[in-house]
């Protein structure tokens, strides 16, 4: 017999179950968990402590506080996902699929792109990380961020300066070394 908890919390005031509560936003919080700790088994690890987190404590969720229900979850994804980091536990690159209607050559440099913008991401400190992905790749805002990661609004900015300052770094020395190898294969030839 499968047990259903009601909480108090729908817009016309009745209950609703938290399955119905979380299910829209399982995709977005396995997302974030394994773009944080880059590891498969880990981010899933990450949103089912989450899920068992939020189901026991919903009671304390408040929407007159201004906080939606989907930042209030991912705060505690994002902070399941970060103690897994802190745990030191192996990472996996992640990739996106190739979009099949992109021409071929513009398709691979645009991998090419994403890649090493990826790979910048990966070699930040969680807390820079974490502020790209639930900046860029959730789309939350600023504030959502500062209240999910309880810090201030410009500590999010900062980070998300200080990361993208990071990711152009990165980019930049990679460009810098293609040269130098193209001019290195030309002066050999």
């Given at each position: 017999m499968k047990e259903s908890r009601h909480f108090p919390i729908s817009k016309e005031g009745?209950?609703?179950?938290?399955?119905?509560l979380v299910q829209?936003?399982?995709?977005?919080?396995?997302?974030?968990?394994?773009?944080?700790?880059h590891d498969y088994h880990l981010a899933q690890d990450a949103v089912q402590e989450a899920l068992w987190e939020a189901y026991q404590s919903l009671y304390r969720y408040d929407k007159r506080k201004g906080t939606s229900f989907r930042a209030w979850f991912m705060k505690i994804v994002?902070?399941?996902?970060?103690?897994?980091?802190r745990r030191k536990k192996k990472t996996e690159e992640y990739m996106d699929s190739i979009d099949p209607g992109q021409n071929?050559?513009?398709?691979?440099?645009?991998?090419?792109?994403e890649q090493q913008i990826w790979r910048a991401i990966q070699l930040m400190t969680p807390k820079?990380?974490?502020?790209?992905?639930?900046y860029y790749y959730e789309e939350f805002?600023?504030?959502?961020i500062a209240k999910i990661l309880g810090v201030f609004e410009g500590t999010v900015k900062s980070r998300?300066?200080?990361?993208?300052k990071l990711i152009a770094e990165k980019i930049q020395v990679k460009k810098e070394t293609q040269?130098?190898?193209e001019i290195g294969v030309i002066m050999h030839d």
């Amino acid at each position: 017999m499968k047990e259903s908890r009601h909480f108090p919390i729908s817009k016309e005031g009745g209950s609703v179950d938290f399955e119905t509560l979380v299910q829209p936003h399982l995709t977005s919080a396995f997302r974030v968990a394994f773009l944080i700790v880059h590891d498969y088994h880990l981010a899933q690890d990450a949103v089912q402590e989450a899920l068992w987190e939020a189901y026991q404590s919903l009671y304390r969720y408040d929407k007159r506080k201004g906080t939606s229900f989907r930042a209030w979850f991912m705060k505690i994804v994002t902070h399941r996902a970060l103690n897994m980091v802190r745990r030191k536990k192996k990472t996996e690159e992640y990739m996106d699929s190739i979009d099949p209607g992109q021409n071929p050559l513009e398709s691979i440099l645009q991998k090419e792109k994403e890649q090493q913008i990826w790979r910048a991401i990966q070699l930040m400190t969680p807390k820079h990380r974490s502020v790209v992905i639930l900046y860029y790749y959730e789309e939350f805002s600023i504030a959502e961020i500062a209240k999910i990661l309880g810090v201030f609004e410009g500590t999010v900015k900062s980070r998300l300066h200080k990361a993208r300052k990071l990711i152009a770094e990165k980019i930049q020395v990679k460009k810098e070394t293609q040269v130098i190898t193209e001019i290195g294969v030309i002066m050999h030839d």
